[in-house]
């Protein structure tokens, strides 16, 4: 095994500017020891310097670039964070956690933090050992990592302060990927894993020592080991079967957005899904099952429930309310509102009374046919028949990708629009049978399939049936400006490939987006004109940023194509074409031509030595093995990902493969021990399917977009 370590990571700065409405994103020389005015403005991805416009974008060029990322192994991780510029130093997250702190005008690398993180806990996440960002305040940077420790880090030297463990059951599939938020006097944070088998719940500690000040779990527990740890979970039992599958945790893991308000003290989780995903196997009696799927508005001293909003009652679709949320002040009906924002993976666009909770208005901003709309008089979904896959398979929109996933949407109050990062597919839903509990595995109860990227067409060899009076599945993503107010598209982009990047918008009126194809690409605000379009040859899932100096405004991207889709590259996607290695790129007017990477080279089919071939039987064991192990990651022969094909061994792999697969001997790297599910003749029928010779064998893989 070889390993590479390095350094880097981007990031930014936010805080409210005077004589605007909104939130704003603003990179600002604050010295370090001050807290940004509003911490609402990482929300809402807007910069307001207007350097870069229309007549000055098409000369941008690379100011510089880091690209010296800690790898473990040879796998490159996806790169989803977004940096924070402060007093002219630039903080970021990297894959596996890292922490790095940069001079923001040359790239020069100060600090490095690595949190050490257990390469084992690679396993217990969806969607790789990703982070989406630090947050900082009073001098001191806050990271989670993905083993689920939370540290305070001295944004000077990089010291360590303290590190809690934020995991209150370790047996379960918990793990972090989402980034911190500075709420009050408190650090908050949560947690993934409510497709393996998890129970959600937000934990807030004190930023200046790391004491638990409180924790709300986002759904009840199994009542048969103890009481309720607070009156909302009591409260959200009402709306659960009492024989619900308390044992796969329940899910509603808060898995990524958190949003605070300084004006009403008040930190809005956003929580995700429920475990199993059917509702039908997870609740059979029926219920809302509180609080999956919902924002939750808590109070940031003490932990309790202002209000709460559930966009999707009894969720079967993996509709995760996880997505950034944006807070602003708007006019609505004539007064002044002070309003959260949200497009969640269900499809529809919400507008809240972020004070009392009250729904003023939710639209469909994409494709959705799981629901006919939402009744504002109850402000429930009016669920339709194409939702209901409990007695055959059904195609839904959106997919379990969602109409709008992590990748940040922003707001700009200039143009009054909010920039929506749309995935546009569909999925085939179909209910499997009860799952029994394995540790860390995926547990959905579910197999949901992408049409569109699986055969292009609305064809599905034999199941026209499925698709019959619905859409024809389509696998792209398009920029959407959408007006809040009116609930109405203004303009679209040209679509591109499905899980491109965050948006975000300038004063400039301008709106960066950053996409798989390995294009940074500046759109008219107002219009939705491409301005700019620059290859970088690295496709891009997080949200640029920009920050100014000694004059000079730059625009940051940070680049790495993975996440959910390290395990098969979608069409178009450059990662294919190119090598795909962890990148930040910083550009101003005047700076130079972006370097692209090599293009891959290809890696023959190798024959596995004939000791490691097996009987028939062996090689069937060992296929349905590989579905539930090893797919979710390594995907089938012939797709092309980040992860290593294992089709394509050398003899050195297939000798080791038993250490590898039951002694964890590459689990720095991410490949953890499977000793705990697979005994030594399972991992010999695996290595015997494996060894069968490549003749387009069907290999399961599993479908997740966290």
Not at 56 to 65: C, H, N, R, S
Not at 198 to 220: I, M, Q
Not at 389 to 414: D, F, I, R
Not at 680 to 696: C, E, M, S, T
């Amino acid at each position: 095994m070889t390993m590479i370590k390095g350094r880097g990571r981007r990031a930014i700065v936010r805080m409210a500017l005077a004589g605007l409405l909104a939130p704003a994103l603003v990179a600002a020389s604050l010295a370090v020891g001050s807290q940004p005015a509003d911490w609402r403005a990482e929300t809402a991805y807007f910069y307001p310097q207007s350097q870069v416009v229309a007549a000055t974008a098409g000369q941008l060029g690379v100011a510089w670039e880091f690209d010296d990322f800690v790898v473990r192994g040879s796998t490159h991780r996806g790169v989803e964070a977004t940096p924070i510029v402060v007093d002219g130093v630039m903080y970021l997250t990297g894959p596996w956690s890292v922490v790095y702190a940069l001079d923001a005008k040359t790239g020069k690398q100060l600090w490095q933090y690595d949190p050490e993180v257990d390469g084992q806990f690679a396993r217990r996440t969806c969607c790789d050992a990703v982070n989406r960002g630090v947050a900082i305040a009073d001098g001191i940077v806050y990271v989670a990592a993905l083993d689920g420790y939370l540290a305070a880090v001295d944004a000077k030297t990089g010291k360590q302060l303290w590190k809690v463990d934020t995991i209150t059951d370790r047996k379960m599939s918990y793990a972090i990927t989402g980034a911190p938020r500075v709420a009050g006097r408190n650090v908050v944070i949560g947690n993934g894993g409510g497709e393996m088998g998890a129970r959600g719940y937000a934990s807030a500690f004190d930023r200046k020592t790391g004491e638990l000040a409180w924790r709300f779990f986002v759904v009840p527990g199994d009542p048969a080991k103890g009481a309720d740890e607070h009156p909302e979970v009591t409260e959200a039992r009402k709306t659960w079967d009492p024989k619900s599958r308390w044992d796969l945790g329940g899910g509603g893991t808060p898995w990524d957005s958190i949003v605070y308000d300084p004006d009403t003290n008040i930190v809005y989780v956003g929580t995700g899904n429920g475990m199993p995903h059917p509702s039908w196997l997870r609740s059979p009696a029926g219920g809302d099952n509180l609080y999956l799927s919902s924002i939750v508005a808590i109070d940031a001293d003490t932990g309790r429930k202002k209000w709460h909003y559930q966009t999707t009652p009894a969720d079967s679709w993996d509709y995760t309310a996880t997505q950034n949320m944006i807070l602003a002040d708007i006019e609505i009906g004539g007064r002044p509102r002070k309003v959260i924002m949200q497009a969640p993976k269900n499809g529809f666009f919400y507008v809240l009374d972020r004070v009392s909770g009250e729904l003023l208005s939710a639209e469909k901003f994409t494709t959705v046919t799981w629901a006919d709309r939402v009744d504002l008089k109850t402000g429930r979904p009016v669920i339709s028949d194409q939702s209901d896959y409990s007695k055959k398979t059904k195609l839904v929109w959106p997919s379990e990708a969602g109409g709008h996933n992590w990748p940040p949407m922003s707001y700009s109050a200039q143009t009054g629009l909010v920039y929506i990062p749309v995935l546009e597919a569909p999925m085939t839903f179909q209910l499997q049978s009860q799952p029994k509990y394995r540790p860390y595995s995926n547990l959905q109860g579910s197999t949901a399939s992408f049409p569109g990227f699986a055969f292009g067409s609305n064809k599905t060899g034999g199941a026209d049936d499925i698709f019959a009076g619905q859409p024809s599945p389509t696998f792209q993503q398009t920029v959407r400006a959408w007006n809040p107010v009116t609930q109405k598209e203004v303009w679209s982009s040209k679509p591109m490939p499905f899980w491109s990047g965050g948006t975000m918008a300038t004063g400039g009126n301008l709106v960066f987006q950053g996409s798989a194809d390995g294009y940074l690409t500046a759109y008219d605000a107002r219009t939705g004109a491409v301005v700019q379009r620059i290859n970088i040859g690295t496709g891009i899932m997080a949200s640029p940023m920009s920050y100014t100096i000694d004059g000079v405004q730059y625009i940051a991207v940070m680049a790495g194509f993975g996440g959910a889709l390290n395990v098969s590259y979608p069409p178009g996607a450059v990662a294919a074409e190119r090598e795909n290695h962890e990148r930040l790129l910083v550009f101003k007017v005047g700076g130079a031509a972006p370097k692209l990477p090599p293009l891959r080279e290809a890696k023959a089919f190798t024959a596995a030595p004939a000791e490691y071939r097996g009987t028939d039987a062996q090689v069937a064991h060992g296929a349905a093995l590989y579905g539930q192990n090893c797919g979710r990651c390594h995907g089938g022969p012939t797709g092309m990902g980040g992860y290593p094909n294992l089709w394509k061994m050398s003899p050195d792999t297939h000798a080791a493969f038993e250490s590898i697969v039951l002694d964890g001997a590459f689990a720095y790297a991410g490949m953890a021990s499977f000793s705990d599910v697979l005994s030594k003749q399972d991992v010999k029928d695996l290595h015997a399917f494996l060894a069968k010779p490549v003749d387009a064998q069907a290999t399961p893989t599993e479908n997740k977009m966290h």
